[in-house]
């Protein structure tokens, strides 16, 4: 992975500039003279950064008389930094010397990183408030026009909100279609017509392919099972279900063929184009850990009830690592699978019995994989850092108005599923 931006690729040949932090009293270098035989940096890098000095202290120029070479690096330390600064490297090379893997944060990077978060909230929230308040207020005052029988109950209070919503029928369904539709094209703003092309078609070659994707699964599933274990405790302990809110606002969308096809299809493909896809790539230049984590929880808070929050958050990294790492059509394809057992689950007992064994023995194989993998998985961290922002997650997540939406939409999700239980 690398958090080189997926639409501004390099020029060839050209290397990231690494450095060492400056000690105080040294002479300062060129770049050339601070890594002999590194390349410069691309046109593109150097519009974004056309100032390597206005860089925070301590990054950049490297001290003279301390040029950076590969044989002086580990191979994390190279990860970290994403890339390889010269072509005779090759992993396993020996290598010596302590290093402090800093990154190059210029005022520039981090002013267009915050103008950046701020407009992803943005857009964030008015699909958010578009697809779970306006559409629905709007479809739900047209009904009760439309059925005055209905309205006299609600004013009488003779029906609760699970008869309000089997009382819509198919209407709740086109209701969450028309609403996710709506929602999904503010996304245009931040990817326009690539949400729906390159973001989708492009496809990473990557080896043992087959073998990562299943312990992409493995993990994922058995991510799920352990929300499916708290909700269990929850329930010995209160006598509620944490679920009680997701089955009151999907129970009836299961009912009828277009609403399987919503719960299975329609609604993972949306999902998927808008976080996986406009989301995830509008951050990922940023981060390849940080647009993974953002967007998890973005898609945890979307869902607006706690239980499925924690169901969606955790699934939502696994959804992420796939989309980065091959394509964002394996990630639609696992978020069809995942949707479509959970609505066979609710078929029968038998059923439900077999999905929660499914998702038992994964977890035992995602322990599994995090012990016996620990090593090999640990570049899987080092490469996905952030090579223009020292703290991303610090800096991306206290940008007040992100931080302000999340802590409402978070407060909002916990008071729906708390009255709903």
């Known amino acids: 992975m690398t958090s080189s931006p997926s639409d501004v690729p390099l020029s060839q040949g050209a290397e990231p500039i690494v450095s060492l932090p400056d000690p105080v009293g040294y002479p300062q270098a060129t770049t050339t003279e601070a890594v002999p035989g590194l390349a410069p940096l691309a046109p593109e890098a150097t519009a974004l ?4 000095a206005s860089a925070i202290p301590g990054t950049w120029p490297a ?68 697809m779970q308040l306006v559409v629905p207020f709007i479809w739900i005052i047209i009904s009760l026009a439309t059925n005055p029988a209905m309205l006299e109950q609600i004013k009488s209070g003779q029906v609760d909100t699970a008869q309000l919503m089997n009382s819509l029928g198919t209407g709740m369904i086109w209701m969450n279609i028309f609403g996710a539709v709506a929602g999904a094209l503010f996304y245009l703003i931040l990817r326009g017509r690539r949400m729906v092309t390159t973001d989708v078609t492009t496809t990473i070659p990557v080896g043992n392919r087959w073998l990562i994707m299943g312990k992409g699964v493995v993990v994922g599933f058995g991510a799920v099972f352990i929300v499916l274990m708290l909700n269990d405790l929850v329930h010995a302990i209160t006598g509620r279900y944490l679920s009680g809110a997701e089955s009151t ?8 063929l277009i609403g399987v096809l919503y719960i299975v299809v329609i609604g993972p493909v ?24 953002t967007q998890a929880l973005l898609f945890g808070l979307y869902h607006m009830n706690f239980f499925q929050s924690l169901h969606a958050f955790l699934l939502g990294l696994v959804l992420g690592y796939l989309a980065v790492r091959f394509s964002l059509k394996w990630a639609i394809a696992l978020h069809i699978l ?24 994964c977890l035992v194989g995602a322990i599994a994989i995090v012990v016996l993998d620990r090593v090999k998985g640990k570049p899987l961290i080092t490469e996905g850092r952030s090579t223009v922002l020292a703290q991303p997650f610090k800096t991306g997540w206290t940008q007040p108005f992100f931080l302000v939406v999340v802590i409402v939409f978070f407060i909002l999700g916990l008071i729906i599923n708390l009255a709903m239980m």
């Open 270 to 293: 949306i999902e998927e184009l808008v976080f996986r896809g406009a989301i995830l790539r509008h951050l990922q230049p940023y981060g390849v850990n940080f647009a993974i984590v």
């Open 338 to 361: 995942n949707n479509g057992m959970s609505v066979l689950s609710g078929t029968s007992d038998v059923a439900s019995y077999v999905w929660v064994g499914i998702f038992a023995a």
């Open 63 to 130: 001290p003279v008389g301390m040029p950076l070479m590969p044989d002086t690096l580990t191979e994390d330390q190279l990860a970290a930094l994403g890339a390889v600064a010269a072509p005779d490297w090759t992993p396993g090379m020996d290598a010596s010397g302590q290093v402090v893997a800093l990154v190059l944060e210029a005022p520039a990077v981090r002013s267009a990183f915050l103008k950046d978060m701020a407009k992803l909230t943005g857009v964030v929230l008015a699909a958010i408030v578009t």
């Open 49 to 52: 950064v056309p100032d390597a």
């Open 249 to 256: 606002l999907v129970g009836s969308l299961n009912t009828s």
